[in-house]
């Protein structure tokens, strides 16, 4: 990432946390089928899309929050959420016509929105309070055929491919977030790759809620067709409020044959002060299917944001020597609760797996990895390795492992692994000793701790990831 | 499903009441208005996802409130001569105590008391008040209470402090009926400060109906003292065996707790062992086999309550045809339990297509100098040691025989006492073979 | 004794042995070398019938008999044995009992009474001396925690119990110390008669001054690319293989 970024983040306390003075427009709060008209009206959606939010809001209105995690959720007054805000100026077509004020909103956060970033590399799609501001790189991307571009516009313009994946991996009613989701997202961006394609550039989305009292509620929607490629990366920020504020995302990940994702995910939305007020509930479900043989998803992320996350980024391994991955790096701190891991659900012969978690505690966080690995009865020859590890650092923390393992299949190969423990007073007392401050110490070795999975971030991230964990980690020791 | 149960405690709970002991009833109206209240859990209950149990309480099952005493004669039927596992030797048929011979036992060290729960409750008022129900009292599970609303007599044990028992004590459980049964019994075991004791229970199956055996047995563990709890279960497959062993251990107890499963119907192994004071030592290791439609399904909980405890888990399954295994472990390590050590392994070998295994370990962590771990495997036997073995002339079925026994043996060498290692690693290694047949009375004293 | 004519084999796919052929005769020694890769493991693997090694073509046939339709215990009660390059560990499994099953299993082949306990006992110790094998290790499970060369001695312990007809030592030499070098040449050395045939694969002239083998072979790439006597060792040992490439 730019520099801008490194050194935003080597400041200690949350430093995203500024806002954007923009003409917004906000619908009252309150949620009710015609505040689900409305989002599709003012989205000018066709009839179909319509149909999908309305099915899903009845349903969800008949569910209940999940209450097997291990977090304490407060109360959440859905009515008191507004559902939709958009920056005031439409259908842009070029940058110069997007709002300065959001430029500079987005190059703050060093997100390059400029068509002069081209050496970066990275085409970037921004959402801010859900609606999609500016996608980058579009031009070069369709010469190859590769469709980048917001949810609202792929619904406009590929509305058969839409329609076609859709809530096909996680259907609307899939689980209380997921079904509100459905109901009134507002944008999110859409990818598809063609047959044979590589995509020549990371992809990369930027999520930032910025109106007070909304909710953002992003669809993102990745179909790579047979021996396609691509790399996604997701980024997120808020600005610093003293109530939360709610994200529940729906992500969607389609390979074909032979076609390979790799999603990473940076979070960092606000995560509340040190007090434990404020801060964004982060309720997201996503999942991929690796439909076609051979195919491969990989989830990457890093969590150090949110007051609250629930998240799960899970792979349907259903094509015959599919491979999937997770590897996932979670710092929580002060009163930040997490129950975070991933579902491998083996269904196609010669399918594999790998789970890496790193679970970092302090403060007087609670920190939990969930996970499920599950073989099914024709899964022959299924192979699944998992390592899930906790580091405390502290003595007001917890850390929590609750994987679960369901084996239909005796040809199976399944391993587990979980250790927890304290961050090792010699290593701190090594680096101590070689004049390295404490604090110093523990990102050093925190990072070292992580290291498996911060390899996996294309380096783009990688710097900013390093940081944001030392960053989470400050006023940790005592 | 539960009516039946309501109704029968509604029509009976004075028949219930004047057959049991006053300690025990005490508790039992609010144990029934629990019960009514929660009914039996569904398999969406995170506890019991594995094991159903709304099935195997819904025959029309015989339950003997009247406590009349069934034919049998155990001192006839389970002869237990073998000079290796010299025992003092106890029986509860079905819910009821057996009342012993001495001529069989000799006496029982100074101070000791075995007897039935009923028996004890009537000599024995202010020790059994001091304990009963005490440990389920905070529990919210629907077997103990199902347990405490029906349960009128069980296995009582108390050894004074300091004193150590010279002989292990054998329990057998013996299911005994014409008709379909379920008996719920309830045992009491009391080890006091600095004594010494073990407790063998082995759990049979005599007539081919079916039997539900519903079995809480409360543990009391003081300073210094030691238990081992080793199980062997050999029933068959009508049975359905529901065992909750709630152990609370004091400052630098040590307990063993050690499952054999060999045989049996439908199998649900509930443990929580509570540490509830400094430098206590737990050890839970089980080694199941399960073929046909076996199901066994072991619910651990550990608890470090206080700082420097460490405990140590391990759970193997060997599975073959259709059974089915479930393990959970969970780890709870509670704030200000420093330097705790807990780690649990769950190894699991599949023989057959249709096997399956549900494995869940969950560790949850409130203290920071911690060292925790768990691991679970589930796989087949090792291909290159199979062919290691071959190369060396030894037949297929032989090497993956030798690998079985040698899977099995790290929980058998958990057993301290030495002449029952010997014996249970005999049974296992001839369940392996599929030479040991079902319920064929004392498998343990059986030559 | 050993035949072996065309012979192809493949691993995942990927053909290893490419048209081999070699045979030995009853009381010969041949020695195997060849560069890191070129098969010398995938033959020894193939001729005891490792399942993940596919023969795609070719035959083996030992004194007479189709090798290639025996399961690898079959071939080594026939009288077969390999002493691995990467013996495998084997937890929980007592060399002693490992031992006396798979010396009653080849008793039972050739329709003989199982052994007895104190004959078995006795037997082993026997051995043992031959190849200066420590009782601690013997006590032990099989191959667990053994250094390499401890390893290595235990595969030739193995071989004196089972007596073969047909030994084939893989890289034997390879994590041996000076003497247990010597050691373990002379217990290959006294096991040895008139009958009985040795293959040893090796990269090293020295073990061949112990064992003195009646043909070199050289494989290279899956083949056997040239055939001496002992004195193409020797021109091994200094020039290296580049030249037979
Ligand atoms: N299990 C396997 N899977 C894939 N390739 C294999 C496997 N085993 C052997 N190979 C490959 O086959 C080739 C021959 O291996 P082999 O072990 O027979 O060589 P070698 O001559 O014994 O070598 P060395 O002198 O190093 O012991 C090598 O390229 C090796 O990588
Ligand atoms: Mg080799």
Same mark, same amino acid.
């Given at each position: 990432m730019s520099d801008a970024i490194i050194h935003e983040v080597t400041q200690s306390e949350y430093k995203y946390g500024f806002t954007t003075d923009i003409e917004t427009e906000v619908i009252p709060p309150g949620l009710n089928e015609d505040v689900v008209r409305l989002i599709s009206t003012k989205k000018n959606e066709p009839e179909w899309m319509l149909e999908f939010r309305l099915k899903a809001f009845r349903q969800w209105q008949k569910m209940k929050m999940p209450d097997w995690t291990h977090l304490n959720i407060p109360e959440i007054d859905y009515q008191s959420i507004s559902y939709y805000a958009a920056p +005031?100026?439409?259908?842009? $077509? $070029? =940058?110069?016509?997007?709002d300065p004020e959001i430029l500079a909103t987005f190059e703050k956060l060093g997100?390059? =929105?400029?068509? +002069?970033?081209? =050496?970066? *590399?990275i085409a970037v799609d921004a959402v801010m309070d859900s609606v999609s501001v500016k996608t980058t790189f579009k031009e070069t991307l369709a010469e190859k055929g590769i469709i980048f571009c917001s949810f609202s516009e792929a619904v406009q313009e590929h509305p058969d491919l839409v329609k076609k994946f859709l809530g096909t991996v996680v259907p609307a009613c899939d689980n209380f977030f997921a079904a509100l989701n459905s109901a009134v997202f507002s944008d999110g961006s859409f990818v598809y790759i063609p047959k044979g394609v590589r995509c020549p550039m990371e992809l990369s989305t930027y999520f930032r809620i910025n109106t007070q009292n909304t909710g953002q509620f992003e669809r993102t929607l990745i179909v790579a067709d047979d021996e396609s490629y691509v790399s996604y990366l997701e980024g997120c920020t808020a600005p610093q409020r003293d109530e939360n504020q709610l994200h529940a995302a729906v992500v969607e990940i389609i390979a074909m044959k032979h076609a390979e994702v790799k999603y990473s995910t940076v979070q960092n939305w606000y995560p509340g002060d040190k007090e434990g007020n404020g801060g964004v509930y982060n309720f997201v479900t996503k999942r991929g299917i690796c439909k076609g043989e051979s195919s491969h998803i990989s989830w990457t992320q890093v969590e150090t944001g949110s007051a609250i996350t629930w998240k799960y980024p899970s792979c349907? =391994?259903? *094509?015959?020597n599919s491979t999937a991955e997770f590897y996932s790096v979670a710092v929580t701190n002060h009163f930040q609760q997490a129950d975070t891991g991933t579902k491998m659900i083996h269904l196609g012969k010669n399918t594999s797996s790998r789970i890496i978690s790193k679970g970092i505690s302090a403060g007087l966080s609670q920190n939990s990895y969930r996970g499920l690995v599950k073989v099914g009865a024709n899964a022959e020859n299924a192979r699944n390795f998992s390592q899930c590890d906790s580091m405390l650092l502290g003595d007001k923390c917890g850390a929590h492992t609750f994987p679960y393992m369901e084996i239909n299949n005796e040809s199976a190969i399944v391993e587990h692994e979980a250790t927890t423990s304290k961050i090792s007073e010699d290593q701190i007392f090594y680096c101590n000793q070689r004049g390295i401050s404490t604090e110093d110490a523990i990102g050093l070795i925190v990072n070292g701790y992580a290291k498996e999975v911060m390899d996996k971030l294309p380096m783009e991230f990688a710097v900013e990831a390093q940081k944001l964990l030392q960053i989470s980690l400050e006023g940790s020791v005592g | 499903m539960e009516k039946q149960y309501i109704e029968l405690y509604k029509a009976h709970h004075q028949l219930i009441k004047q057959n049991s002991a006053a300690i025990i009833n005490r508790s039992r109206d609010a144990a029934f208005a629990k019960f009514e209240s929660m009914g039996f859990p569904s398999t969406k209950h995170e506890n019991y996802r594995y094991t159903d149990l709304k099935p195997m309480f819904s025959l029309d099952y015989g339950l003997n409130f009247r406590r009349l005493n069934f034919p049998v004669n155990p001192y006839q039927t389970f002869q237990c001569d073998v000079p290796e596992i010299y025992s003092y030797q106890f029986f509860v048929v079905n819910d009821s105590f057996y009342p012993p011979k001495k001529k069989h036992n000799g006496s029982l060290p100074e101070g000791v008391i075995i007897c039935g729960l009923k028996e004890a409750s009537e000599k024995y008022p202010e020790l059994v008040t001091q304990y009963y129900g005490k440990l389920t009292a905070p529990q919210n599970d629907a077997l103990i209470t199902f347990n405490e609303a029906f349960a009128q007599d069980g296995f009582f044990m108390y050894v004074p402090e300091n004193v150590h028992m010279d002989k292990p004590v054998q329990l057998v459980n013996i299911m005994r009926s014409d008709v379909d049964l379920l008996a719920n019994s309830r045992n009491l075991i009391i080890i006091e400060k600095g004594a010494k004791a073990q407790l063998l229970v082995c759990d049979h199956a005599m007539d081919d109906v079916n039997f539900v055996a519903n079995r809480v047995s409360e543990v009391f563990v003081g300073e210094n003292a030691v238990y081992e709890n080793y199980k062997l279960e050999n029933t068959h497959n009508k049975t359905a065996n529901l065992s909750t062993v709630l152990i609370d251990q004091k400052e630098s107890s040590d307990t063993l707790t050690n499952l054999i499963t060999l045989n049996n119907g439908i199998s649900r192994n509930n443990i929580e062992v509570e540490m509830n004071g400094e430098k206590c030592e737990a050890e839970l290791c089980g080694m199941m086999v399960g073929g046909g439609q076996q199901q066994i399904d072991n619910h651990t909980t550990i608890k470090h309550n206080k700082p420097n405890c460490h405990s140590n888990e391990l759970f193997k399954y060997v599975l073959d045809d259709v059974s089915k295994g479930a393990f959970t472990g969970r780890i709870f390590v509670e704030k200000d339990a420093q330097q705790t050590w807990a780690y649990q392994l769950n190894r699991n070998i599949l023989l057959s297509k249709k096997a399956k295994v549900r494995t869940r370990p969950q560790l949850e962590i409130y203290a920071d100098d911690v060292k925790c771990s768990h691991g679970a495997t589930t796989g087949q036997i090792d291909e290159q040691a199979l062919f290691y073995m071959r190369t060396r002339g030894i037949s297929l079925p032989e090497a993956r025989l030798l690998l079985m026994y040698a899977f099995a043996a790290d929980v058998i060498e958990n057993i301290r006492i030495p002449s029952l290692a010997n014996r249970m690693k005999m049974l296992v290694e001839k369940r392996l073979r599929g030479e040991l047949g079902m319920h064929e009375g004392c498998t343990l004293c059986m030559h | 004794m050993l035949e072996i004519k065309n012979l192809h084999v493949s691993i995942d796919g990927k053909e290893i042995l490419k048209g081999l052929s070699l045979t030995v005769k009853p009381g010969e020694t041949h020695a195997i070398m060849g560069p890191n890769g070129s098969g010398k493991s995938t033959l020894a693997s193939t001729i005891v019938g490792n399942p993940a090694f596919e023969v795609t073509s070719g035959s083996i046939t030992f004194e007479g008999k189709n090798l290639l339709e025996k399961d690898p215990e079959e071939r080594a009660n026939e009288g077969i044995f390999l002493s691995f390059q990467y013996p495998v560990e084997i937890p929980g499994v007592s060399m002693v009992n490992f031992m006396r099953t798979a010396i009653n299993e080849q008793r039972k082949y050739r329709k003989l009474p199982p052994m007895s306990a104190s004959d078995f006992l006795r037997f082993m110790r026997e051995k043992k001396a031959l190849v200066d094998m420590d009782n601690k290790l013997t006590n032990?499970?099989?191959?667990?925690?053994?250094s390499g060369g401890e390893k290595k001695k235990n595969e030739i312990f193995q071989m004196a119990m089972l007596e073969p007809k047909l030994a084939i030592l893989d890289e034997t030499d390879s994590g041996l110390d000076i003497d247990a070098l010597r050691i373990v040449a002379n217990g290959v050395n006294k096991l040895k008669t008139p009958e009985k045939s040795t293959i040893l694969i090796t990269h090293y002239q020295r073990l061949l001054e112990y064992i003195v083998p009646d043909y070199v072979h050289v494989l290279h790439d899956g083949k056997i690319v040239k055939s001496g006597t002992k004195e193409l060792a020797l021109e091994l040992e200094t020039k290296g293989y580049d030249w037979l490439k």
């Open positions: +005031q100026k439409k259908s842009i $077509s $070029s =940058l110069d016509e997007v997100i390059p =929105l400029e068509e +002069q970033k081209i =050496l970066s *590399g349907i =391994l259903m *094509g015959d | - | 032990r499970s099989v191959n667990e925690g053994f």
